[in-house]
């Protein structure tokens, strides 16, 4: 495997249509796919967990 094969990029949370930001100070990134609330990324998360990059990343409508 090639190393720019190694190198995945991780789709962006913010832009992700099931992330919120919680008032939870010590979880302050939540997740409504998984329905989880963390202090780190939730595709961060995911990574650490299952050690796949985020499956449920479904990219937020469009404004307009």
Known sequence: MAAAD??????PCQSCRFYFITWDQAKPHGCR????KS???PCYEVQVVSNLNCLKFEA???RG
């Not at 190694?6 to 789709?11: G, M, R, S």
């Not at 796919?33 to 989880?36: H, I, L, P, T």
Request: charged share 20%; hydrophobic share 40%.
């Open 39 to 41: 202090s780190i990324l």
């Open 60 to 62: 937020k409508p469009g």
């Open 6 to 11: 190694q190198h995945v990029k991780k789709p």
């Open 33 to 36: 796919a998984f329905g989880f």
